[in-house]
């Protein structure tokens, strides 16, 4: 925008812009270089017209008035400077104090005289202020998470208890009720038979959920391991098959690995009972600083687009429902809890792949790879 002669005009946001650019010395070294500019030229101006005017007369008081003058144009001029262009060190003072109070929402508050550097630490202050209520929200929120979890986890096993164990002796009970009507030895030798069969299969199912609840091999020999030894079981179902590709040498910290197991173990027990996949791949691997879990399978897959989310994830019917146990919602919260994210791909028809990637504290076991 030019003015009616094509001058660019200063407008007062473009003197904004342009004293932010000058730093806080220049602009000092400035003020006193102009107080000595104008003193110089106007004493010598008023020293040579007074020397003209009254030749014989001494000029000692003309001498101290100018070093008077000169004296406080100089205080008065680093004042006004060093007021202007420390308030923005005052804001940031208040926003420190403000977050030291405990208040939140804090932010520096801005004017015109700021400089590039000001405006670079008074950034970071806020940058790293939105960290903290960040974190702090986080840590606010993670009482409620781990409840949640924990009690997800109890509805699962619940629900194994009731829909396969207590089923059993359900069934165990009344053949027991057959075989006191029953008076032929042939048939109380086949009640038996089914009575030792049923038995055996209900001692399946909980020894099944208990090692679900805490597999001893996780404990034992690792997480490769304990992924391993679910593929071999599911394998052996023969409801779906599943390979795993273990990448991670050692032993992870005790809290990834049991995060990452359930991850893997809900992931596969979705796409079985819900996705109705045939085929499922895990891959674990380790990168610098971190370890990742993916889970892809061959099922039916979801819309993301139409699902719900939970902590900025994917979230299918039957996760919120429950009817995938911890369901995906919990598998977010889980890895959330050692400080990880969870990404969910799918699409229908496509199948769905779960991907957990978890950070390692440095010194941590498994936190460097092996050469």
Known sequence: MTDAQGHVPLTHARWQRVWRRVPILHRILGANALIIVVGAVGGTLIAVRHGAAHPSSPHYTLIAGFLLAGVAASVLANFLVLRAVLRPLQHLQRAVDAVRAGATGVRVQRDGLWDEQLEHLADTFDGMVAALEEQTERLRRLPGQILRAQEEERRRIARELHDEAAQALTSLLVRLRLLEQTDEPAQVRARVRELRALTARALDDVRRIAVELRPSVLDDLGLAAALAAHADALNASGEMRVTVTAGVEGRLPPEVELALYRVAQ??????????????????????????????????????????????????????????????????????????????????????????????LPTGAPGARDRG
């Open 266 to 359: 809900e992931a596969l027990t979705n796409a079985r009972r819900h996705g109705k996949a045939t085929v499922a791949h895990v891959h674990l691997r380790r990168g610098p600083g971190e370890v990742r879990l993916e889970v892809a399978d061959d099922g039916v897959g979801f819309d993301p687009a139409r699902m719900g989310r939970a902590r900025g994830q994917t979230t299918p019917p039957a996760a919120r429902n429950g009817s995938t146990g911890l369901g995906l919602a919990g598998m977010a919260e889980r890895i959330a809890l050692v400080g990880g994210r969870l990404e969910i791909r799918s699409a229908p028809g496509a199948g769905t792949t779960v991907a957990a990637t978890v950070p």
